[in-house]
């Protein structure tokens, strides 16, 4: 009897991977607005909402994910992931939030390539931008709170936002806030925890000569997802240097693919989807796709069972401190570089206090929801 019984009830872990597929997808759907924006709406989704874990424990990953290649926002579906379902969690995490930006740049890519232009959408984007800049800033309240522990933290925050802001590249001021936030708090409390540590060093991939197109343009993308930091024109540097230098594409060819992983939901990295199918149609697609997100899986993969391990020791818990602390300072600094690009017009302010509204007022609305009505709300107003 107790086998029938077993056998009739769904195994709970299957539901946790059901749960994680659907939720990922859901996100990966309405996730516009670039990394800072999609860590916001999973912050709303998995933390305020659905409590697969804790805020503090949510800002760790955040701080980790900060400091290894790849994209960012995709990576931290992964830690959900693996969070919620374990590894095989981690797996359906990230590839169930990049699959809507895959098949809608595949079909923008075949749009392109027998056309040779693509679809108007800017009078949706207009509206989607002023909407997620009220998403980012909820988030950057919420994080804020948990991050800005003491005084000392609240300056280094303050530090990084200020460097950011100047133009220093993100991973030398989260590395830098790390260091020296370590150092300090450890000579302030004169104390230290002996811990054993491992840091997954970044994959190293040679370039293979390889025949096979397709094949070929796996190992390239690889290559590129194994050492990307970055926003999308660090990316536009190194396929323009992979690429363009190689006579693969045009240039122009290029900033039209870079584009499109813009606009679209989900990961800018979804421009390799484009950039593989007009190297070698759907065959080119699915292998520079895969490229470009694997290393990241593996990169996660390693990392997310010592980050619980690096909160229990005394001196890298310093390290974690400073670092996500400036996580949400560069959070901060990409709101205020948004909203000054943004909030250009009437239009666009109308948008973003409407929105703030329902994210921040007791009538506070699904961020899909306010995704959707900006989107809807930006398209009447231009008519205006």
Known sequence: MNTLSRKSTPPASKNKLKEVALVFFKLGCFAFGGPAAHIAMMEDEIVSKRKWMSREHFLDLIGATNLIPGPNSTEMTMHCGHERAGSKGL???????IIPAVIITALLAYLYVSYGKLPEIAPFLFGIKPAVLAIIASAILKLGKKATKTIDLIIIGILVLIITLLGVHEIIALLGAGVIGTLY??????????AKTIIPLPIVISSLLIKTPVLHVFWTFLKVGAILYGSGYVLFAYLDAELVTKGWLTRTELIDAIAVGQFTPGPVLSTATFIGYQLSGFGGALAATAGIFLPSFIFVLILNPFVSKMRSSKVLSYFLDTVNVGAVAIMLAVLITMGLETLTDWRAIVIAV???????????????WIIAGGAILGCLLQLV
């Open 354 to 368: 409407i929105s703030a509204f329902f994210i921040f007022s007791k009538w506070k609305l699904n961020v899909m």
């Open 91 to 97: 797996f359906i995490a990230g590839i169930s939030f």
């Open 185 to 194: 708090f450890y000579l302030k409390s004169k104390t230290i925890t002996t």
